[in-house]
């Protein structure tokens, strides 16, 4: 089993920067893939990035590129997701995820387990 906890969410004004973390305890946590997937008020949960479990690949879904950087400290146990230039469309609950898979992809059913998710607000 892996436990999954985020924070570092909140409110913060359009142009603003967040990070999120999500720490792991339970098995080795360098084993897995993470992910961040998010979900907004009304729609379905999306995938934001995923980082391999080395910390060598990154993925990012297009709406974020070179906006928020994904990143890990395996020492930490802890994923992060680094969010600037922030805007309202990146309100809403961010997810991280634990893939088996050495490099997963923007597939949910490649997850194996999930935090409970933090809130982001993001005012205009």
């Known amino acids: 089993q892996v436990q999954l906890v985020e924070s570092g969410g909140g409110l913060v004004q359009a142009g603003g920067s967040l990070r999120l973390s999500c720490t792991a305890s339970g098995r080795t946590f360098s084993s897995y893939a993470m992910g961040w997937f998010r979900q907004a008020p009304g729609k379905e949960r999306e995938f934001v990035a995923v980082?391999?479990?080395?910390?060598?690949?990154?993925y990012y879904a297009d709406s974020v590129k070179g906006r928020f950087t994904i990143s890990r400290d395996n020492a930490k146990n802890t994923e992060y997701l680094q969010m600037n230039s922030l805007k309202p469309e990146d309100t809403a609950v961010y997810y991280c995820?634990?893939?088996?898979?050495?490099?997963?992809?923007?597939?949910?059913?490649?997850?194996?387990?999930w935090g409970q998710g933090t809130q982001v607000t993001v005012s205009s």
């Open positions: 980082i391999s479990w080395s910390g060598g690949l990154t």
């Open positions: 995820a634990a893939s088996p898979l050495p490099a997963a992809g923007p597939r949910e059913y490649q997850y194996q387990y």
